[in-house]
Each structure stands twice: as structure tokens, then as C-alpha cells.
């Protein structure tokens, strides 16, 4: 079952009766999703369920057809669109570094557009740095292309923690990582971001991946939300295509009734 609506003030996003559409294709399909300050939620489904239109929707790359989208209680249509996307963070696979900037450079753009100082920049570059476990003195003066996967995707967090925003959202950010190291990087990711209190948004289509992550799990199928429930619940969920994500997951099909 999904969780009791939480008070107004609990709210991180919200998204009521949200439909998108792009010519005769619905996108959304009277989508509803409160998101609480502090929730871990794996936004689960299929390539074209809509997933990453509804993280687009709530940093306003995108706007509803219908309905309304909110961040911090507010409709994201009366926010300035750069000032909200600074107050979200954002992980997409392979990071999407700049392969011309250092890693420093990388992670400390965000805070130089925003005229911080040089040694208030290099000093919070260092502080993200360990905090995703990578020494600023190996690390800083790296470029890109001598990273490996795993270690760009820990700068692409960095990168997103920058202004300290209370949100993130994050577009398939492990995917394309070897087993071992997403398993890894997903465990640290979750315990980070509960350490600094954030609330993040993950798009993912693997089941195992919302479970180790996700404080919550939402199924997307055809544009509608399906399926709401906390991870030990999903497993017992009676809809079709939550048993169809537990048996493809080797997690067998939760009973009916």
C-alpha cells in the first residue's frame, strides 16, 4: 500500500493528475506522487514508461498537458527555471562530465556560475571528493577519460551535491557499470544520501536496483502509476506487472489475493 499523505510542509514534490503528452503520444496518463522530504524513491518501468519525462517534468526541462507539478510547494511554471534547477541535483549514466574540464573543474561549476570564491570552491570540491570516496589529491586534477566507470559516475554525484540541494534526481545512473561495482556504488549511494538527509528520485528498470536504493518503489507502465508500495511490500503487490517485475527478477511472483 502506499503511505499515508503526508502534511504539506513534508513535501519535497508533488505531482497532481500530471498528464504529458507530445503530439497524439500520452507521455503521462493522470500521474499523482507526493514525495517527502528525506524519501529514497525508485521510479521503476519499462523504456517508454515514462520515467525520465517525470523527472524532466519536475526540474521543468518539461511541462505538464495537464495538471500540475510542484517542488518545495511550489508550482514549478512559477519558478525561474535556472534558479530551480540549482536547487536540484542530477545524475545521468556515465555522469556527463565535461571531458575538457578536470574532475575539480567538473564538480566546482555549478559554485563558480554562482560567483563563490576560488578557495570556498576548491575547499567544498575536496569536501565532495571524500565524501564519495575519492582522495582530492589523486582525484582533482584528473580529467575524465582517465577515469573509470565507476569513479565518473562518484564525480557525477559530487557534481550534483555542489549547492547542497535537498533533491536529486537520478536517470539510470548505475546502468552502465559492471555488476559488482553498481551493486557497490548503489549501497553508497543510498547510505550518502541518507547521511545528508536528501531526497532523491531514481529512474531504473532493474527491480534489484529499486530495492537496494529506494525507500520506496513506483512502477511506471504505459504512462500510469501503477504500483506504490515499500520495497517489502512490492513483493507482495497483486498487480500484474509488479509479480511480472518479481519473477524477472528471480524473486518469484507474489501471491494473488
Request: net charge neutral; hydrophobic share 45%; aromatic share 4%.
Amino acid at each position: 500500500m502506499p503511505p499515508p499523505a503526508p502534511q504539506a510542509e513534508d513535501l519535497q514534490v508533488e505531482l497532481r493528475q500530471v498528464c504529458l503528452t507530445r503530439g497524439a503520444t500520452v507521455v503521462l496518463d493522470g500521474v499523482s506522487l507526493s514525495v517527502r522530504r528525506g524519501e529514497l524513491v525508485a521510479l521503476l518501468g519499462a523504456s517508454g514508461s515514462g520515467k525520465t519525462s517525470l523527472l524532466k517534468l519536475i526540474n521543468r526541462m518539461l511541462e505538464p498537458t495537464a495538471g500540475a507539478v510542484a517542488v518545495e510547494g511550489r508550482p514549478t511554471t512559477e519558478w525561474d527555471p535556472i534558479r530551480l534547477r540549482r536547487r536540484i541535483g542530477y545524475v545521468i549514466q556515465d555522469a556527463g562530465l565535461f571531458p575538457h574540464y578536470t574532475v575539480a573543474r567538473n564538480i566546482g561549476l555549478l559554485l563558480e556560475l554562482e560567483g563563490r570564491p576560488a578557495a570556498q570552491r576548491r575547499a567544498r570540491v575536496d569536501r565532495l571528493l571524500e565524501l564519495v570516496g575519492l582522495a582530492p589529491a589523486t582525484y582533482a586534477d584528473r580529467f575524465p577519460a582517465e577515469l573509470s566507470g565507476g569513479e565518473r559516475q562518484r564525480v557525477g554525484v559530487a557534481r550534483a551535491l555542489a549547492l547542497d540541494p535537498g533533491l536529486l534526481l537520478l536517470d539510470e545512473p548505475f546502468s552502465a557499470l559492471d555488476p559488482v561495482v553498481r551493486a557497490r556504488l548503489q549501497q553508497e549511494f543510498a547510505a550518502l544520501a541518507r547521511e545528508l538527509g536528501k531526497t532523491a528520485l531514481l529512474v531504473t528498470h532493474d527491480l534489484q536496483e529499486a530495492l537496494r536504493i529506494g525507500t520506496r518503489i513506483c512502477l511506471l507502465a504505459n504512462g500510469k502509476l501503477v504500483a506504490d508500495a515499500a520495497p517489502d511490500d512490492f513483493l507482495r503487490l497483486d498487480a500484474p506487472e509488479a509479480r511480472a517485475y518479481a519473477r524477472a527478477a528471480g524473486l518469484g511472483a507474489a501471491p494473488q489475493g
